[in-house]
């Protein structure tokens, strides 16, 4: 009885990820093997594998999504780990949270008065002698941009999971003579590795497909795979070609998910 009732508990979600997972992701997959004109196609994918522009982009996105990972963790992780020495943990990282219940379309024009020409920073580096340097529209203020927006998602799990670690490790680590960076190169990182994976994945991940931060802050300098689907499904109206770019990024985003998985020999030294 018990499980029949589990079963049926289970069926809303189910149903949610058919409709709502599923379903559009095949959608997506058909409509990728369609053209411009309605017809079945396999050119969508060769021209995406053979064009030296689509190329170039995905290479830009992987590299563009690399280096705000990177920059990100590296702010991140020491700002996690003090985060949990502090005696009030849970009201601090809640300032970290906080941030992320601002609307990101009004973070992006917050950032967008900041570093125009009559912004506050542009002012200050005129004062230093700098005639009135271009911020906006650069590959600078993108990343800048984004790895503001995506720190909390990348500080929370690394958070989690150096709290999660007992402390009598930490304090036999230290009985035993380790120092302070002994003990978190040889105990809190390998133990916080899982958050570390897990912030990787919900940085990494979204950074390949932003568009409104490409759009509004990099402006049409700033090109990834994200704006290439915006402009095929809103301007060109080549859906299917727009599809395909989706495909590529979804195949990306497992793969990403796949290298970055918990492995069972992660622990065993």
Do not use: C
Request: without cysteine; aromatic residues 14%; neutral net charge.
């Amino acid at each position: 009885m018990k499980e029949t009732a589990n079963q049926r508990l289970a069926i809303p979600y189910v149903l949610w990820i058919l409709f709502f997972v599923l379903a559009p992701l095949a959608l997506l997959i058909y409509q990728s093997f369609f053209d411009i004109h309605g017809q079945l196609t396999f050119e969508n994918y060769l021209y995406f594998l053979t064009s030296k522009n689509y190329l170039l982009m995905t290479v830009s996105s992987f590299v563009l999504a690399m280096i705000i990972t990177i920059l990100t963790l590296l702010l991140a992780y020491p700002t996690a780990y003090l985060l949990t020495q502090t005696k009030y943990k849970l009201f601090w990282s809640m300032f970290i949270i906080l941030p992320t219940w601002i609307n990101l379309l009004l973070k992006v024009y917050a950032f967008i008065g900041i570093l125009s020409q009559k912004g506050p920073i542009v002012d200050w580096l005129n004062n230093l002698g700098f005639h009135k340097p271009q911020l906006l529209f650069t590959n600078i203020s993108f990343v800048l941009v984004a790895v503001y927006i995506e720190l909390p998602f990348m500080i929370q799990p690394i958070f989690n999971s150096i709290d999660e670690i007992p402390l009598n490790l930490i304090e036999a680590s230290t009985d035993l003579g380790a120092s302070g960076w002994q003990t978190v190169r040889a105990i809190i990182f390998p133990l916080s590795l899982p958050g570390v994976r897990s912030g990787v994945q919900t940085v990494f991940i979204p950074s390949l497909s932003l568009f409104m931060i490409t759009r509004l802050i990099g402006g049409n300098r700033v090109i990834t795979l994200g704006t290439a689907v915006e402009q095929h499904f809103l301007v060109t109206q080549n859906w299917g070609m727009g599809a395909t770019i989706g495909v590529v990024l979804m195949v990306s985003m497992v793969f990403v998910m796949y290298i970055t998985r918990e492995r069972r020999g992660d622990y065993n030294d």
